[in-house]
């Protein structure tokens, strides 16, 4: 079964609010998360990493927080523009070491 | 350097013709990955290269998947006998080490199998 999964399939904020995106996942062996955006007809970009040993990490304009109490992560994009909006994909490092397990994505959609 | 490229960027195939996909990843990267993504999910893990040496194949949907890196650079997805269910976006994607990297995606190659 699928152990990477998103809580809201979309998202809609107005340009320069800050938005969140959240996903859960069942693996407590899980160590290493990544963050993807896909914009239409493109593959995933990455945006930004975290392992299990820290609880946040930050990027330009992005935050990543995990919660390994309750299996958790987020991502956070500070003042969002236009060009924020894509389907966003959390992915965890299966057992393997090497293989991404990808969740269904949330749409984030940024009006003016 | 450039990115992963992949080619053709769309294709469209009879029931029943075979098919190559290619992906050309970022110079040097040791590591290379076969993702397959249907529409509207996240793309699923096919296959893993490190150089030319296939380690996993698990993700390959039947055995009408193969995939090969003779060289460890460039790799090539065939599908044999193209089935309608095969429609999908295949995505390539290679990382500098073996494990837990950075794997840095192609634009992908839309399939159509009619």
């Known amino acids: 079964g699928e152990s990477v999964g998103l809580h809201l399939p979309t998202l809609s904020v107005q340009e320069g609010d800050n938005s969140i995106i959240n996903c859960a996942y069942s693996n407590s062996a899980s160590d290493y998360f990544i963050w993807y955006k896909q914009e239409s007809g493109k593959g995933p970009q990455f945006i930004i990493d975290i392992r299990s040993n820290m609880d946040k990490r930050q990027g330009q304009r992005v935050t990543v927080l995990l919660n390994k109490t309750v299996k958790h992560l987020s991502l956070q994009i500070a003042a969002t523009q236009p060009g924020d909006s894509a389907v966003y994909f959390c992915?965890?490092?299966?057992?393997?070491?090497?293989?991404?397990?990808f969740g269904k994505g949330t749409s984030l959609l940024v009006t003016p | 350097g450039a990115g992963v490229s992949q080619s053709p960027r769309y294709k469209v195939a009879k029931r029943g013709q075979d098919v190559a996909l290619r992906c050309d990843p970022i110079?040097?990267?040791?590591?290379l990955f076969w993702y397959q993504q249907a529409l509207g999910q996240g793309p699923e893990f096919l296959t893993y290269?490190?150089?030319?040496?296939?380690?996993?194949k698990s993700g390959l949907p039947s055995d009408r998947f193969f995939a090969e890196r003779p060289e460890g650079s460039v790799s090539t997805l065939k599908i044999q006998r193209t089935q309608q269910e095969d429609s999908a976006v295949y995505l390539c994607a290679s990382s500098f080490g073996p494990a837990e990297e950075t794997q840095y995606f192609g634009p992908g190659t839309r399939l159509l199998v009619l």
């Open positions: 992915a965890e490092i299966l057992n393997s070491g090497y293989a991404l397990n």
């Open positions: 290269f490190q150089n030319e040496a296939q380690l996993d």
């Open positions: 110079s040097g990267h040791v590591s």
